[in-house]
């Protein structure tokens, strides 16, 4: 929760062009990191993705984990955002429960 606050401060002080240099990044890596792992995806392949330089990539991301970290935050904002409607009428474990299987479900499909 207190890594969420840090990208919630820096993304206030971001111009519109500095958030949308990082939020490239980001998806990038995420895409990345779907077809190819953690593990697999290099620096490089991100600043090919997202068409930026490494002083780019490294002003905003001080090492591969601070990225990584970021790409958590951005899916788990993408699923909740598609899941809101669905979540904020769950009343009871059952319900919870069902959700929970039907994500995951949804994720075993992909």
Known sequence: ?????????????LTKKGEETRTRIVTAEAKLMFEQGVAGTRVEDVQKEAQVSSSQLYHYFKEKRELVHAVIIYQTEQVMSMQESLVIHLDSMEALRTWRDAIVQLQNDR
């Open 1 to 13: 929760m207190e890594k969420q606050n840090e990208v919630k401060k820096l993304k206030r002080r």
